[in-house]
Structure formats: structure tokens, C-alpha cells
């Protein structure tokens, strides 16, 4: 008999439960070591006290048993006795799920479905007490299916560099989360070239009825594209805890001055971006090179103070 | 065999009787035809009860209930129609509200959901990652799928903070939680929280709840959590705590009174957009020119100036008060008279 180790009864009746229902729905209720580890939640150290936990379950007035045994690398939940139909969402389950439908902002009839199939009853309201940034939009989930099925779209999406959204056609890839952001990684055909979209600024998503074409794909990260593809400036940061704030992913080289400022050269895609980042900054980050950006940011600045006026 | 290792053996001999003897009470309830008495359970020593004390053996039932329902497994009393309220009670599983509906998902529902748990494994800033494989390995069950496993199935990854998976696991309980916490300063301190609420933000979870220290409403960063202790004592959370007035905004970020400042945002901005840039914070409505307008709260008026001046591309302007406006073109004057 296995030592019992170093589970707790908490999570020991757990993975005992999670086990039970992972080899009830596997077929011939048969599952590998490392599965079976997997489905309940353990590693595979702790699975043999789980297992002779199941093993000494037993009904002394019917006299059933659960008959579960390991068999080389493998599992087996022998007879019905210990067979569990598939479980509702246990409390901590329904509450990420919950949020979950919530951030994937999932129609009435999906959400509906969910709730009466799967959640138990009673409170709907779940989701409560977990919050986060909004950062999926309203299109991953169809999004997901145009990258599984290969599928061609036509996207309404709005970069920095737009004064307005603009349609365009593009082969999806994949998504992407960088620094608490989601991006959909593209191929934009009429560019002929890969591309990133955050999902929060996709307006429309389309399917068409074309199958992505084969792309010669490199996969770049946001640092790694701006430096391939964006403008680059020096800027001087007031100190090192202005700079230290600056979580920007076009920062390239930092040189720290004797008097504590940080020069440091910065790839960006947007001019707009630069500014408003300079301007918020309220005098503690300040454009060096090129010259005529500096021309640039003070016209910029007065347009701004035109736009609010009146 | 010395004294310690007597103690750890006999209290890991009590840890797995525990979850055997809950496991059993699922066991002969799922197997049996037919609801089990109360005397039937109670009095049955090889199930884990049948001790000396009646009254004992009654709390355990019903704490082990509680601990199978914790888990998805509700245990219900039932009476024959017209039993006499001294009549023994039956006991049976509730499979109206215990089991997946038949055909409860289909296919494609499943897998809509399986990318979003995917989606979130992949993150960083998730405080349940068990939960999530869970959720993970029930789907595929029941969409009748054979998923790639998840690169991130059981084993420990560099991410995992157990400290801050307690606090998680505390909050879904709803029970109290000692922790030490490590502030922002260095100083490290002992905590007793009722978690209320989690967010997660920036790449870390945040756990808010009372604090029994201070007796207020804190905020805690889960990479400062150090180490958690076994929680204990239930609570219930407030009908008018939101955990969304906690994602913060960078003029949140000070001492001081909140005050009420708004700002105008561009017309053709969608809604999604606005709502990522504002964290679901304060009210935002359109005006009647179509331009989006947002009023919150700021304890700081020269961040919310900063605020807006960096996201000016998205037409956001200040609008109120007065203050605001003054301290936004004011931002702006020092950067030009610096470039001039």
C-alpha cells in the first residue's frame, strides 16, 4: 500500500473525485499514469495514495467495491461500481467560468446553455469577485475558430497610425498576450506581409469564403517588429525612476548620465503615440534626436490646446 | 521509531482516512439504488463513522456533506411524503443538480470554451491555474473530445506562487486566510484577510478583503504574498463590495480625497476599445454630438491630466472640473517651453 504522502484530505478527496470522473468518461475507463496524474490535478508521485485511497472504497451492505489498479504505465476502473456520470462545475469551477463567458462577452444562447447544462443551481451571479482589464474585445471566440479552420476574414480595425477604422483582409494566425495585452497575429493580405491587431480594437470580424493561404511566418514579438519595421528616436529621461516606469516595447539601448538621466533610443510606429507619451510625461522625458520630431511635438501640442479651446 | 516521525505517520494516517471516508460516503451513495438512513450512515464504522458518540459521528456527516458540495456533489435529505417530522431522513445524491445535464454541451460550445481556458492558461497573471486545468480536463469529457493535452497539465510551473494559490483557494471558500506580506517598502508583516474579491491587472493578481490588522478594505499583490497559512473562519462578502472599482487607474494612486472629474473621448472609438482604456471603471455614456463621455473618480488631478494627454490619439480631452483642464494645458506648456 502506498504511503499516503504529502497530499492533504482536502486535495486527496479531490483528485480522488477528479479521478474517478476522468476514468468513468475515458474509454474502456482506462487512462495513462501521466493523464491520470494530469486529470486529477497531482503529479504522478502522489497518484499511487490516491489510487489505494479509490482501491479501499466499498459498500459493506451490497458489497460493492471499486476495483481500480494500476497496470504498468496505465490505470484501470474495473466494473460500474465506481463509475461517476459527469459532474456539474464545482463551486471554484463555476466562478472561473463565469468570468470566463463574461470577458468573452458569449451571447445569450451560448451563456444560457452553459449555465443550465453545467453550472449548479442557484446563484448565477458567480462571476462576482473576479475582475480584470478588459483585453479580448468582442471577437476572440470567432476569431479562434478562423484560426482552427483556416478561414479567411475581413476585419474593421483601427491602428495608432488611423484616424478611423479600416476594413481589411486578412489570414489569421494565432493570439498572442504580451504585457496584459491580446493580440491577434496576422497575415495581412493586401500588404502581403504579418502584422499584430490588438483584440480590443477590432471593430468587425468577417468570414469569407477563402482558406488562408500558406505563409512564410516570423514569429516576432512587439519589440522585435518595431525594430524591424518602425522609426527610431533618442529621448532623455529625467532620471532613473522615469525611466524605470517606461515599459515600452520598442526601448532599445539605455546609457544612465552622471547627472541621473537615462538617453535611451526608442522604436515606435507612431508619431501620435510619441507625442501623447511625451506630453503625458509633463516634462520628465524629452525628444533629443531627430531634431525636426522636436519642430513636430510642439506643433502637435498646439493643435492639441486649439482642439480644447471653447 | 522516534516520537516525530510517530506524530507525522499517525497524522498522515488521519489525513487519508478523512478523504477515504468522504470518498467512501460518494462511493455507496452513487452505487446505491436506493437514499441510505441516517442510522444506515452514521452507524456504519467501516464507512468512518459508527464511533461511540452519535452526536460526532452527525457533525462529521454533515461536515463531509458540506466538503462533497465544495466540490460539485450536493447530498440531499429526503422524507417519504406524509413522514412525521421525528421519522428518520434518507439521504441521496442530487442529481438534478449534481450531474451535467445530458448532452449539457455541445461540441462546439465546448470548444469555444476549451480555447478560452487555453487563452488564460497561457497567461502569467492567473491566480487559478488548477482551476482552470480542471475546467480543462472536464470539457474534453464532456464535448467528447481527445484535446492536445495543455503544455502546462499538472506539474508546477516556474509561475505557480503557492502562497497566492491559498489565498485563491481561501476566497473560494469564503474562509479566513493568514498570510505573511511583503509591502512595497521591503517590510514584511502578518496578515488575517477575508478575501472579497480578486483582479487581475498588469501582469499580477491583486486579492482584496478585510484586514483584520487594520480593520480596513487592503489590496495585495500576489508576488509579495510570502507565505500563507491554513485558512480558518467563515465570512460572507458584502452585498455592496464590486471588485471592479478595484482595477486602478493611475490617478488612483494617492493620498487624498476622490474627486469627480470627466473626459471626452472620440465618437468613432468602439465600445470594447473605451472600455479596455478605462477598466470597466466610473460611467460612460455618449453625448449628443456621438462623442464618448467618462466621468470617475481621481484622488490625483495632475495623473488624470497625464492620463488623457496619453491617450490623446484616442480624443480623449478633459472636460471637468476646471482644475482638470488647468492642469492638463499646463502638462503641455512645460513640455513645450522643454523643446523650445
Known sequence: MAKPGSLTADRTLTAGIKLLEALSAAPDHRLGVVDAAAAAGIGTDDLPAVVDTIGALSDRMSGARAAIETEGDQIHLYGDAALLMPLRLSVEESMIVSHMIDLLDLDSETRQRIREGLMPDGDEDTARGIAETSRYGSWLVQLSEAIQDGVRCRMTYRSLTDDTARTRTVDPLRIDDEQGRAYLIAWDVERDEERRYRLDRIADVAYTDDSVAPHEVKTRSTAESLRAHGAAARLVAADEETMRRLTWSGIGQIEARDDGSCVFTLYYSSKRWLFDQVLAAGGNLQIVEPRELRDELRAYAAELLASNDG | MDTRQHTQDA????THDTARRILNLLFILNSSSTPLTTEQIVSDSDLGYGSLNRASDLKKFKRDREKL??????????????????????????????????????????????????????????????????????????????????????????????????????????????????????QESKRTVAVWGVFMQDGHSYFVGLDEQSGGVRTFRDDRIVRAWRPTGRYEVPAWFDIGNYLFLPFDLAAGMAQPVEFSLRRDLSQPEVEALIHGRGELERATDGSWRWRVKARDLDAAASFALAHSAMGMRPVAPNRLVTAWKTLIGKVVEAHG
Open chain 2, 69 to 186: 458540495a465544495e466540490r460539485g456533489i450536493h447530498i440531499i435529505e429526503i422524507r417519504a411524503a406524509g413522514a412525521q417530522q421525528t421519522e428518520e431522513s434518507s439521504w441521496t445524491i442530487d442529481r438534478r443538480s449534481t450531474y451535467a445535464a445530458a448532452g449539457a454541451l455541445s461540441r462546439a460550445d465546448a470548444e469555444v470554451l476549451l480555447r478560452a481556458v487555453d487563452e488564460c492558461l497561457a497567461r502569467e497573471d492567473t491566480p487559478f491555474r488548477h482551476g482552470l486545468l480542471s475546467i480543462r480536463h472536464k470539457l474534453e469529457g464532456l464535448g467528447g473530445m481527445t484535446a492536445e493535452p495543455s503544455p502546462l497539465d499538472s506539474e508546477a510551473t516556474a509561475q505557480e506562487n503557492p502562497a497566492a494559490e491559498a489565498l485563491w483557494s481561501a476566497f473560494v471558500l469564503k474562509r479566513k486566510i493568514r498570510f505573511s506580506y511583503l509591502d512595497a517598502k521591503g
Open chain 2, 11 to 14: 497524522e498522515d494516517t488521519t
